[in-house]
T-cell receptor, first 108, second 114 residues
Framework: GQQLNQSPQSMFIQEGEDVSMNCTSSSIFNTWLWYKQDPGEGPVLLIALYKAGELTSNGRLTAQFGITRKDSFLNISASIPSDVGIYFCRGGAQKLVFGQGTRLTINP | EAQVTQNPRYLITVTGKKLTVTCSQNMNHEYMSWYRQDPGLGLRQIYYSMNVEVTDKGDVPEGYKVSRKEKRNFPLILESPSPNQTSLYFC?????????????FGSGTRLTVV
């Protein structure tokens, strides 16, 4: 089946630093989405991307839909403690495919 | 409050003892889905349902069954649980298969099979 490779798997950063993570696939997707999962909760949608090359921001978060439609990037600027959690990328519809997740830890 | 409710939140059971994890949504969503989350593997789709009486396999359906007799409920059934089904399970629903913004997850069920 389709697979998404998300990297890095984990990040340990200082508060205030910028964060970058990405997802790549061998398949083309028409939709890319990014979710955040807080401890003990289900994932919550952060950003949705629908067009190749699209760059979308949501506060300190910026995500891009790769031109080849096989990848996507998520950046978080000036990280704060509440950014801690697991971030997932997601591609496709119906049979949804999620990346393995990036666990973000922030040292105050 | 619009939500997806899973029960139980935590469950410890023994190998081979049939169990059901319930999922209910109050948003009149057509699309519902089950995932399991394992460290390093992310979220993997088990089964999904496009509407009442319409279900289909996801990427890891082996050892699981589902049913969709009513729109609001989508139970996950483990007929004979095994230790490799120890995992964190999530139910999710949306208006339809392409409703990305409305895609809502439950709070999860942590299952341990001993």
């Amino acid at each position: 089946g389709q697979q998404l490779n998300q990297s890095p798997q984990s990040m340990f950063i200082q508060e205030g630093e910028d964060v970058s993570m990405n997802c790549t696939s061998s398949s083309i997707f028409n939709t890319w989405l990014w979710y955040k999962q807080d401890p003990g909760e289900g994932p919550v949608l952060l950003i949705a991307l629908y067009k190749a090359g699209e760059l979308t921001s949501n506060g300190r978060l910026t995500a891009q839909f790769g031109i080849t439609r096989k990848d996507s990037f998520l950046n978080i600027s000036a990280s704060i403690p509440s950014d801690v959690g697991i971030y997932f990328c997601r591609g496709g519809a119906q049979k949804l495919v999620f990346g393995q997740g990036t666990r973000l830890t922030i040292n105050p | 409050e619009a939500q997806v409710t899973q029960n139980p939140r935590y469950l410890i059971t023994v190998t081979g003892k049939k169990l059901t994890v319930t999922c209910s949504q109050n948003m009149n969503h057509e699309y519902m889905s089950w995932y399991r989350q394992d460290p390093g593997l992310g979220l993997r789709q088990i089964y999904y349902s496009m509407n009442v009486e319409v279900t289909d396999k996801g990427d890891v359906p082996e050892g699981y069954k589902v049913s969709r007799k009513e729109k609001r409920n989508f139970p996950l059934i483990l007929e004979s649980p095994s230790p490799n089904q120890t995992s964190l399970y999530f139910c999710a629903s949306s208006l339809d298969a392409v409703d990305n913004y409305g895609y809502t997850f439950g709070s999860g069920t942590r299952l341990t099979v001993v």
